[in-house]
Each structure stands twice: as C-alpha cells, then as structure tokens.
C-alpha cells in the first residue's frame, strides 16, 4: 500500500516538473534578445535554455507515464526559439 502511494507521490512530482518547463521554456526564450539596444549580446549558449528546459520537462513526463505531457514538453520546449525568431523580426524589425 505504501509503495503506491510512494509511486503516485512520484509521478505527480514528475508531472508537475513536466507542466512547470512549459512556463519556464516560455521565460527563458526571449532571454537572449537585446531588447535595451546595448549592443551586448548574451552568451550563444542561452539560445539553447529553453530546449534543454523543454527536455527535462518531457523526461519527467514520460517519468510520470504521461506520453502526451512529455512529448509536448518536448515539442513546446524545441520549438519556442525557432517561433520567437520571426516573430522578433515582425515586431522590431531586421
């Protein structure tokens, strides 16, 4: 009884580790943009913080047994840099 309930307490903290990267892929994707116009540009490596915030999410999703969370925490996290790209462009400009 008690290692199911070990187990449910561990795929909810898994899940929750899963839902939370969606947010955190989401802040840490305009990170790397000058916005200020200073002229310094922040390290390259930032561009990939939300891929590897979107991975560790679908890896604590597929923890959970939740296929759908982790492959959209994936998606979601490989996704968010290529989709602000353009819409940079669109808003300030080339």
Do not use: C, K, N, Y
Not at 28 to 37: E, N
Not at 50 to 60: C, F
Not at 76 to 84: D, Q, Y
Request: glycine share 8%.
């Amino acid at each position: 009884m008690t290692e199911d309930r070990a187990r449910t307490a561990r795929q909810r903290l898994m899940a929750s580790i899963a839902w939370s990267s969606l947010p955190v892929s989401t802040v840490l994707t305009p990170l790397p943009i000058d916005g200020q116009d200073s002229g310094v540009a922040w390290p390259l490596w930032t561009v990939t913080l939300p891929a590897l915030s979107g991975i560790a999410g679908s890896v604590a999703g597929f923890r959970a047994q939740e296929e759908f969370l982790g492959v959209a925490a994936a998606a979601f996290g490989l996704l968010a840099v290529p989709v602000a790209i353009p819409v940079v462009v669109l808003l300030h400009g080339p």
